[in-house]
Every structure is written in C-alpha cells, then in structure tokens.
Nanobody, 125 residues
C-alpha cells in the first residue's frame, strides 16, 4: 500500500484546511484508514479514523467537533477537514493504513504499517 498525503500549509488561527490522502496498491485489504499527527518533540498521536466499508468515523477527543474524516472509495482517497484551527494543531499530519488494523487498535500508531510521507500544517496565532 502506498499513501500520498497533501493539503497542508500555513493558516491563521481559526482557519480551515482539508488534507487528502490517496492510497494505491492493495487498498481493498484495509478495513480502516487513519490520520495521525506529530508535533515537534512530541509523540505521534491519533487524530481520526474511518472504516472503509460503511464509513463509520472515530475521532481524538482533543479535536472532536473541529474535524471531519471522510472517504471516497471510488478514488481511494481519505480526507481530513479541519476547522477552527489552533496554534497547538501545528504538526506534521500523516495518513496511515494497514490490513491488520481492527477496531480495538485503530488509535494506536504502532498498529499501522503503511504511512504517507506527511504533510505539514502550521497554524499561526
């Protein structure tokens, strides 16, 4: 599975961004696709996940209400819409997938074996 993330950039606090992640190669095996983020000096943390079949969504409590994950299965693309961005949302955002991920471990970065290259989101105050 290859993942290509895009859509990051510089935005002022309160602004919005939409990240995209295009998957290729063996995508039919993934039950879930997810977004994680990693700020400088911090561990990689879960942001959101979507069940590929059915579209059920899961969110980190810290961002719930400000983000929305969605997928377009026909285009093998997962999106992360982020609104009301804050300076503390500044991080590199990664999309992730792995056919072995199940509901009990979707929030664990160690469960994912396939990662996009990351896209930098910078929120200025």
């Amino acid at each position: 599975v290859q993942l290509q993330a895009s859509g990051g950039g510089l935005v002022q606090a309160g602004g919005s961004l939409r990240l995209s992640c295009v998957a290729s190669g063996g995508t039919y095996r993934n039950r879930y696709m997810a977004w994680f983020r990693q700020a400088p000096g911090k561990e990689r943390e879960f942001v959101a996940a979507v069940k590929v079949s059915g579209g059920h969504t899961y969110y980190a409590e810290s961002m719930k209400g400000r983000i929305a994950i969605s997928r377009n299965n026909a285009e093998n693309t997962v999106y992360l819409q982020m609104n009301s961005l804050r300076p503390e949302d500044t991080a590199v955002y990664y999309c992730a997938a792995d056919p072995s991920v199940i509901l009990s471990n979707i929030r664990s970065h160690s469960a994912y074996g396939y990662w996009g290259q990351g896209t930098l989101v910078t929120v200025s105050s």
